[in-house]
């Protein structure tokens, strides 16, 4: 397994391999970037086929961290940690704290947070042997759950590419296609049933859809339907790799916008969304509400200063979408340049 020449390292910092033998944890913590600040990325646990797609997979992560945190003015780095297991059948208590054992020797210079496979309550397992795990606040409505700030950033950002694309400034009578009504997508769906939007969801969890059609009478249709429903706006909650070859003839829609990390399978997809007229709103710029509300966790500051952070996500839309139509380029490659003006060490 090469390192140094992995087609996704990308001059990382750091990467740091964990193994426990007692516990079984198997653990990679990647630190990308850390010129802006400590490297603050999700701990994901997953089953990965092989030790070789955990180090693609964190290694890809990390470096998705220092881009997201750049461009959401937070002074913070990128890095992300992978657990190699199921969270359902290998996770305990005892590898969630020797796992914090690991990210208190590094000493400040990685964060962990939830991410896919762990939850609030690890976190605080987690913080039981590190003082280096956040998303944990305690006798507060959501404990540190992020979701919710992040469905926030993804629904005003939704709103101002609808603005961008469609002229309008109201969602009223608009139809969303929602592909995965989870912690994200669930929030997410309840500020645009209160914003006049139509929904067409899918999931794969019977339980999560029987919540949106309940609560925000939305129209189900199965998985593989959703991408080419008659939709203004297609947004993506579930997983990434969303927009690739078989999904890109089907889609009707005229603006992307969805909370899903890395929804483009290739980047080159952007620029054949931008080829179709659909307006891709960049993923990381729209799902920052997550990091930003961490960030504010750690910090301290009040509800005031995080709500005006989150709706700030807009203003930087705005520069991305101007910039864009001024150079002709994607959105996306706007978006990453913009966060290497930020980020990297000759700015
Ligand atoms: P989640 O697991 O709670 O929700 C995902 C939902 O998608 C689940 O209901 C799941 O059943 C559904 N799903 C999975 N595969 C599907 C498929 N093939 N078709 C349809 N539905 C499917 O996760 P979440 O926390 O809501 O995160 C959603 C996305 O947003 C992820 O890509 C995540 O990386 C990203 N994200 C989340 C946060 C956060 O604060 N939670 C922050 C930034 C980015």
Redesign the pocket.
Same mark, same amino acid.
């Given at each position: 397994m090469n390192l140094f020449s992995h087609p996704e390292f990308d001059n990382h910092e750091q990467v740091a391999f964990f193994r426990d033998a007692k516990t079984g944890l198997k653990a990679i913590v990647a630190i990308h970037n850390t010129h802006l600040g400590p490297s603050l990325g999700g701990c994901r646990m997953w089953p990965y086929a092989s030790d070789a797609d955990a180090l693609t997979d964190v290694l890809r992560l990390s470096r998705g961290m220092t881009y997201k945190s750049a461009l959401a003015g937070l002074p913070l780095g990128g890095g992300k940690c992978v657990i190699i297991g199921d969270p359902r059948k290998d996770k305990s208590a005892a590898l969630l704290q020797r796992l914090g054992d690991f990210i208190e020797g590094l000493s400040g210079a990685y964060i962990t947070a939830?991410?896919?496979g762990t939850s609030v309550a690890d976190m605080a397992v987690i913080g039981q042997r590190t003082r280096f795990a956040a998303g944990v606040v305690e006798g507060t409505e959501h404990g540190g759950?992020?979701?919710p700030?992040?469905a926030y950033t993804t629904f005003v950002g939704l709103k101002t590419a609808v603005r961008q694309r469609l002229g309008r400034d109201d969602l009223n009578g608009l139809t969303v296609a929602l592909? &995965? !009504? &989870?912690? !994200?997508?669930y929030y997410l769906a309840r500020h645009l049933h209160q914003a006049g939007a139509e929904l067409i969801v899918?999931?794969?969890?019977d339980a999560?859809l029987q919540r949106a059609v309940d609560e925000f009478g939305a129209h189900v249709v199965a998985?593989e339907l959703?991408f080419g429903v008659d939709a203004d706006v297609f947004s993506p909650?579930?997983? &990434?790799g969303v927009i690739n070859e078989h999904t890109l003839p089907q889609l009707k829609c005229t603006v992307i916008a969805g909370?899903?990390?890395n929804q483009l399978a290739t980047p080159e997809f952007g620029e054949l969304l931008m080829g179709k007229e659909i307006l891709y709103t960049p993923d990381y710029v729209l799902?920052a &509400?997550?990091?930003i509300d961490i960030a504010y966790q750690r910090s301290g500051e009040g509800a005031a200063a995080l709500q005006q952070h989150l709706d700030s996500i807009c203003q930087r839309l705005e520069q991305i979408f101007e910039r864009a139509a001024a150079q002709g380029l994607p959105p996306h490659v706007v978006a990453d340049q913009l966060a290497e003006e930020t980020f990297s060490p000759a700015a």
């Open positions: 939830e991410d896919s759950d992020p979701s700030s992040t592909q &995965g !009504v &989870g912690n !994200v997508g899918t999931d794969i969890v999560n998985p959703i909650c579930a997983m &990434g909370a899903a990390n799902n &509400g997550g990091i």
